[in-house]
T-cell receptor
């Protein structure tokens, strides 16, 4: 089983809609979860982090964490064409101090 | 806004040659990292560095790799004898604590 799993996509949503990106992880003891955005040919950009169960909102972004289900998601409200990118889920797994383990990323396309 | 910087942006080298990739982390950060991303693949952890020593390393980070913080600002990754399979984007990242990591723009390494 992969440590961090994401659907590779592409996920296509119309402009103004809500995009929902999902990530599952195998290590039940993981405590720290991050969402990065990566435009083609660019570096990962941190957009959200979450450490506690529940929702965390920052502007148009909401991260949701469910440790019992080993599931973390990212919602993007009012999606814009500029949100079109690959979204990377990263987890600090148990037994590692600060090493980020990444998923393969979900490519999001926001259409006009 | 402070950011991680990396030089060079692109490095071309012959197989078997040594390369040094340079990074300037965010000035008050204490933890430093190198990751790499082979074209079309996920971001992979190489090494983390704290308090002037390696704190974690992956199986990729073998004897051909080394890291150094030669002064108060730079953080370097040396590959002693490059192989074709070392061709990738190399990202430096830094963090204040064992949490949110901020990535530099990357160095594209091409080994011929």
């Amino acid at each position: 089983q992969k440590e961090v799993e994401q659907n590779s996509g592409p996920l296509s949503v119309p402009e103004g809609a809500i995009a929902s990106l999902n990530c599952t992880y195998s290590d039940r003891g993981s405590q720290s979860f991050f969402w990065y955005r990566q435009y083609s040919g660019k570096s990962p950009e941190l957009i959200m982090f979450i450490y506690s169960n529940g929702d965390k909102e920052d502007g148009r972004f909401t991260a949701q964490l469910n440790k019992a289900s080993q599931y973390v998601s990212l919602l993007i409200r009012d999606s814009q064409p500029s949100d079109s990118a690959t979204y990377l889920c990263a987890v600090i797994l148990t037994g590692t101090a600060s090493k980020l383990t990444f998923g393969t990323g979900t490519r999001l396309q926001v259409t006009l | 806004e402070p950011e991680v910087t990396q030089t060079p942006s692109h490095q071309v080298t012959q197989m078997g040659q040594e390369v040094i990739l340079r990074c300037v982390p965010i000035s008050n950060h204490l933890y430093f990292y190198w990751y790499r991303q082979i074209l079309g693949q996920k971001v992979e952890f190489l090494v983390s560095f704290y308090n002037n020593e390696i704190s974690e390393k992956s199986e990729i980070f073998d004897d051909q790799f080394s890291v150094e913080r030669p002064d108060g600002s730079n953080f370097t990754l040396k590959i002693r004898s490059t192989k074709l399979e070392d061709s990738a984007m190399y990202f430096c990242a830094s963090s204040l604590g064992q949490g949110e990591q901020f990535f530099g723009p990357g160095t594209r390494l091409t080994v011929l």
